[in-house]
């Protein structure tokens, strides 16, 4: 980043109420071109918030936006796309039953090209992209085929194809696995070594240190600093997140363990999840772990009966339900 340069986005003032209630306040911060910049914070801190409103998701209820130098307005995704500007989803937004290539020339639906182009030429327009990123995956396969990683990757590659500047990475990494991460972080060191702009919004601190150059943190709607990366601590970061030192956001409680409240036994569900077992004791916290796709969010809603398990037993206090 050169002292002085003309930032790729000035955000303004930026201000966002729902209902009445301000989630955002006067939100300044510029982000220049060729950089890797983290938005962190807790839940509800305004973070995503200020990605969706540079991704026309949202509108400001007051403030402004320039880009390189210029005042925009972006009333909407595709006013966004229009100025560069890519939001890629923690789970990838697209049509499931298109092939790979008719997802990505999507991202030049503006002018038309798509329309009329016979499909070797798409499949060749596709696979040029996927080369420039440098993976492998078979343009011509349902999206619906993909793992999340490889969804993740043609959503990066429809961002190329519309020529975006700035790509929103919101969570990228939560439903990948270590291989899949360095996977993306490599595709992102490269489109910033081109000049292009990453905001990386994340929870995970080791996973921010390895591929960011700045970082700034939101807290209760208001950005509280933007700092160099290798100029803060982890134990800065943390502070500014909650506002105090994390000594003394943590303490111990002194909770007893009771009885089984929940049993789970021999839970199944052919092809979604098959023989799960655990029990849940009183005043316990028990997490369901796994990557996305995995059957957490099934073995849920069969015990909650939503979507009822064909085999296997759920009781709550001894008895079955």
Known sequence: MTEGAVPLISARGISKSFAGVEVLRDVDLDLMRGEIHALLGENGAG???????????????????????????????????????????????????????ENLVLGRAEDGWWSSVPWSEMTREARKYMDLLGVRIDVTK??????????????????????????????????????????????????????????????????????????????????????????????????????????????????????????????TLPGVFNDISFSVRRGEIVGLGGLVGAGRTDVARAIFGVAPAESGTVKVHGKAV
Do not use: W
Request: proline content about 6%; overall charge neutral; aromatic content about 4%.
């Open 47 to 101: 973070k995503s918030t200020f990605a969706k409103i540079l991704a026309g998701v949202h509108r400001p209820t007051r403030g402004s936006l320039a880009l390189n130098g210029q005042p925009v307005e972006i009333a909407d995704p595709r006013a966004a796309q229009k100025l560069g500007i890519t939001l890629i989803h923690q789970e990838p937004i697209s049509f499931p039953d298109l092939s790979v290539a």
């Open 142 to 267: 349902p999206m619906r085929g993909l793992s999340i990683a490889d969804q993740q990757m043609v959503e990066i590659a429809r961002a190329l194809v519309s020529d975006s500047r700035l790509i929103i990475m919101d969570e990228p990494t939560a439903p990948l696995t270590p291989k899949e991460v360095e996977t993306l972080f490599g595709i992102a060191r490269r489109l910033r070594d081109e000049g292009r702009t990453i905001i990386f919004i994340s929870h995970r601190l080791e996973e921010v240190r390895a591929i960011c150059d700045r970082v700034t943190i939101f807290r209760d709607g208001n950005k509280i600093s933007t700092e160099t990366i290798d100029k803060v601590s982890d134990a800065d970061i943390i502070r500014l997140m909650i506002g105090r030192p994390l000594k003394e956001y943590m303490h111990k409680l002194n909770t007893s363990i009771g009885e089984v409240a929940l049993e789970v036994q021999g839970l």
